[in-house]
């Protein structure tokens, strides 16, 4: 696994967004929304929603959904799944794990992989 500092428990609240530009293995960056539900879990999204090429890390989250500002998609940032039209494609996500007051992200380990429009 590996696990990038995506940001410190102390850079969300509860019930927000925020973008970390990390690194994938072949030394590409990609945009990744970090989010933290209102429970206070963290998870992390892919940015750009499948839409409409909008920053999720932008959008509202509320409970474990993120709504994307653009058209009002909904992503469920625990599996990605869009659960508002437009959108009919997931997002990928990433494992997380709270290391102290560290957010690690691994995005080279997506949980899921995106699929196409049917």
């Known amino acids: ?6 940001c410190m428990v102390g850079d969300l609240k509860p019930g927000s967004a925020m973008l970390a530009e990390l690194t994938l293995a072949n030394g590409a ?15 992390a999204i892919d940015d750009i929603c499948t839409h409409g090429e909008v ?9 474990c959904f993120v709504e994307c500002w653009g058209h009002g998609s909904r992503f469920d940032v625990r599996t990605g799944e869009p659960d ?14 709270v290391d102290g007051e560290r957010v690690l ?5 997506p949980k899921n992989s995106q699929k196409e429009n049917a």
């Open 1 to 6: 696994m590996s696990e990038q500092l995506a």
């Open 29 to 43: 960056d990609i945009p990744v929304a970090i989010v933290r539900s209102d429970d206070g879990d963290f998870y």
């Open 55 to 63: 920053s999720l890390s932008d959008g509202d989250v509320e409970g």
């Open 84 to 97: 508002e039209l437009p959108a009919i494609t997931p997002v990928k996500t990433y494992p997380v794990r």
């Open 105 to 109: 992200v691994d995005v080279d380990a």
